[in-house]
């Protein structure tokens, strides 16, 4: 059990009474260990320890470690020795966005301040690569690297975990937080370690470190990211999504320095290689590659007189089908642990996709002291795009987008509840969380909400209205369309009386016809993300034309009862 949130490397893995998760791969073992935050007399002494105040939130009980049993090489992950690795000088400080208008309205004797007063890093970057066990070789730099190729094939997931080790929320100026990511294959495994610090309206900094092990060879290759990017870069670019431009926040980051190691659990025999190259636009499972800076890499390779663990007594390798036949049944044995990967992906997909039909921008955001247009109710007015808006008329605001986004979310949420029952709860939680990231990025990013606690208000209440309109649209589908086109009135057009109702007839067509739709999709399609909504528009003609018993109603009856149809009619 760590003490004080220290704990010295142990060749013996965490127990599972004190949280610890581990398993056994081809001599590799793989331990985890979640704790609650550390208490006011541990944190006291990690803060004499390291010589600077820890981060609000510090889990110094939490470990993550690779460890090859037979020859004792170990490398370790925990929140001590990352930050113990923090600047403790002013040379690496930043300032928050607003410090210069602060400092001019200070008298004339404060003018030279230009630091913020904490005297450390309070960002909290570290370039913290990992712990290796002092008593074995250290890692060597080499110029082999991380075998994408490798990564991307859809082997089975036999184990799973993210810890986190430390987070701050920079006095409600940003976010900086330290986790690890490990999972394992039959034939691999590939833990990420990631800094991630947002000072808002400054700077957005990620640090990964990855550390891959290839079971065959006994190889391991450990890699070194830096990124990072002005505020202000990144929100412009971001804003260019509305033309139909696409940027993840990895691509929109400068590379700031690389470095790969690699090397066996043994021996080691090493080779110096340092290159310049550009990013490569390939994807990993845990990288995002920028085509637009390019990147230093200092590599390194080792060999391992060592026998590899698939090695017989007789010398043979197992052919390629035994090692497909080992993947297939570790996949059948353990499939909640690899659909659980695949629907993460897969959901995010299908939320972006959601969420894409009633995008909108706020360009006022890109301008200095530009003032923000809002709507009589207060909320920030954007410029949007497409049928929703230009047809519908809809007002481009946070909550339109928010509330066309659940209808389709609700649409992929009926057709998910025809999965197996005991998948389907999966799936559900990965679209919704998606959803709050998604929202959550957009609060910030589009509408500069920097409080935690402000978003966190949204938040909620946008999860009260997503279980609002669960109830509204399942009565909607069961009793028919009126009392569907109800529960889209309320929730899409905010209950206006003045809208047009044969938009609203075109919102009801077009969610019938989406789940007639995704009910001829296979479970394997949907489970793919091969889902792209079509254009309500189209429904109009439906939607207009006069039904059979609309002519029934205007036409007179005959006889005595006509008579008195058109005198009322005068």
């Known amino acids: 059990m760590a003490v004080n949130g220290q704990q010295p490397l142990s060749p013996y893995a965490s127990s599972a009474s004190d949280g610890g998760n581990s398993i056994v791969q081809q001599g590799f073992k793989v331990t985890t260990r979640k704790l609650p935050i550390l208490k006011a007399e541990p944190i006291d002494e990690m803060t004499k320890q390291l010589g600077i105040t820890p981060p609000e939130m510090i889990f110094g009980d939490n470990r993550v470690s690779v460890e090859h049993i037979n020859s004792g090489w170990k490398i370790q992950f925990s929140a001590f020795e990352a930050l113990d690795k923090v600047d403790k000088t002013s040379q690496s400080m930043l300032q928050v966005a607003h410090s210069k208008e602060w400092q001019s309205t200070r008298e004339k004797k404060h003018e030279g301040i230009t630091e913020v007063v904490k005297p450390f890093d309070w960002s909290y970057s570290t370039d913290y690569k990992g712990t290796v066990r002092k008593s074995t070789p250290p890692f060597q730099p080499s110029e082999k690297p991380i075998p994408l190729e490798l990564l991307k094939q859809p082997d089975p997931i036999i184990f799973f975990d993210e810890v986190m080790l430390y987070e701050d929320e920079m006095a409600d100026n940003g976010i900086t937080l330290l986790s690890c990511k490990v999972r394992v294959m039959p034939a691999r495994l590939l833990l990420l370690c990631r800094f991630f610090m947002r000072l808002d309206n400054v700077l957005v900094r990620i640090r990964d470190t990855r550390v891959y092990v290839e079971f065959a060879t006994r190889e391991v290759i450990r890699e070194y990211v830096s990124k990072e990017e002005k505020y202000e870069v990144i929100r412009q670019f971001r804003e ?44 990993s499972p845990y990288a995002q590659n920028s085509p637009s800076h390019p990147q230093t890499q200092i590599k390194a390779t080792a060999q391992s007189s060592e026998p590899k663990p698939y090695q017989a007594k007789n010398g043979d390798v197992p052919s390629a089908t035994m090692i497909q036949k080992v993947a297939a049944e570790t996949q059948r044995l353990l499939p909640s642990v690899t659909e659980t990967y695949v629907a993460y992906g897969v959901t995010e997909k299908l939320v972006k996709e959601c969420s894409s039909q009633a995008d909108y921008s706020i360009p006022q955001r890109n301008e200095k002291d530009g003032i923000l247009p809002q709507t009589k109710d207060g909320e920030d007015l954007g410029v949007g795009s497409g049928w929703w808006y230009e047809t519908l008329g809809l007002t481009p605001t946070f909550n339109t987008w928010a509330q066309v986004t659940f209808l389709h979310m609700y649409l992929l949420t009926v057709r998910l509840r025809c999965f197996p029952a005991e998948h389907a709860p999966t799936w559900h939680q990965h679209l919704l969380n998606h959803f709050f990231y998604i929202a959550e990025e957009r609060m910030v990013i589009v509408h500069n909400i920097q409080s935690r606690t402000v978003r966190n208000k949204y938040l909620k209440d946008l999860f009260v209205q997503w279980r609002g309109l669960l109830a509204g649209y399942d009565e909607g589908l069961i009793r028919g369309d009126a009392v569907l086109a109800t529960a889209i009135w309320r929730n899409v057009f905010k209950a206006d009386n003045d809208l047009d109702f044969r938009g609203l007839g075109e919102v009801v067509s077009y969610t019938r016809g989406v789940l007639k739709g995704l009910d001829g999709m296979k479970d394997d399609a949907i489970a793919s993300g091969e889902v792209a909504f079509g254009d309500p528009g189209s429904e109009r003609a439906g939607v207009l034309m006069r039904s059979r018993m609309m002519a029934s109603v205007d036409r007179p009856p005959p006889g005595k009862n006509a008579s008195i149809s058109a005198q009322a009619g005068r």
């Open 240 to 283: 260019t999504r509305t033309y139909g431009i696409e940027y993840t926040l990895q691509e929109l980051l400068a590379i700031i320095a690389t470095a790969q190691s690699t090397g066996p659990a043994s021996a080691y025999s090493v080779k110096l290689y340092v290159a310049h190259q550009p990013f490569s636009n390939s994807s």
